[in-house]
């Protein structure tokens, strides 16, 4: 991946780390659920939790040291591009939106999203891009629409000392990027491929869509 500074923080500044970082997503860490997923550094430390709920709208990364949620995350409904708001701390007030993901287009087989943060306010270039598959755990993290890579997925995480569920990913971040930020990215990306899968099982099926949800969290 691209060495490029990215030293400038969207969550807070201690989450900007001086080296490169591998971050684990998981189900169960060493057999223990923590919310929806568990996010952990290479020696299997929860750093964030993700607590989602089928009856709630409002999705929450957590902040394991402190037990405080850093980013609410919202889907707003009926959208064109399928769009997510994540919104700093425990709030949902537009004054507090930190960014915005959505679809680079209705029409795509597979999920590439746009991201753009509450600064950019004109919207004619998104900040950071998302292209890849993501069950096959492709997705790659791309500054703005250049080629400058902040963040990629693995089939395979780093994590050796702590057994994680057989679902768990990595995910490869360049030094001084803010792994909050990307952590907060990943698990829109998760949700936004769990509301595809559940919308193509229930139409398969002839379930509701919100039941499907219910049965995939």
């Known amino acids: 991946?691209?060495?490029e500074q990215h030293s400038r923080?969207?969550?807070a500044p201690q989450y900007c780390l001086a080296r490169p970082t591998d971050l684990a997503f998981a189900r169960k860490v060493d057999g223990v659920k923590h919310g929806k997923l568990s996010i952990t550094d290479v020696n299997g430390n929860i750093l964030f939790w993700f607590d989602a709920s089928a009856w709630r709208s409002k999705r929450k990364?957590?902040?394991?040291?402190?037990?405080i949620p850093i980013l609410s995350i919202t889907q707003k409904f009926w959208s064109a591009h399928d769009r997510w708001n994540?919104?700093?701390?425990d709030s949902t007030n537009e004054k507090d939106l930190l960014f915005t993901v959505k679809r680079s287009s209705v029409f795509q087989l597979r999920t590439d999203l746009e991201v753009f943060l509450a600064t950019n306010t004109n919207k004619n270039e998104c900040d950071f891009k998302v292209k890849g598959e993501f069950h096959k755990?492709?997705?790659v993290i791309y500054k703005g629409n250049t080629s400058v890579v902040v963040a990629q997925m693995n089939k395979e995480h780093k994590v050796v000392k702590v057994p994680l569920g057989k679902h768990a990913f990595g995910v490869s971040i360049v030094e001084n990027m803010d792994i909050a930020f990307i952590?907060?990215?990943v698990v829109v990306l998760n949700e936004f491929y769990e509301y595809e899968m559940a919308a193509v099982a229930g139409g398969a099926s002839g379930a509701g869509t919100s039941a499907a949800l219910a049965a995939s969290c």
């Open 1 to 3: 991946m691209d060495s």
């Open 9 to 11: 923080p969207i969550v």
């Open 61 to 67: 990364l957590v902040d394991a040291a402190t037990g």
């Open 86 to 89: 994540v919104f700093m701390g």
């Open 137 to 139: 755990r492709s997705s």
């Open 183 to 185: 952590a907060g990215l």
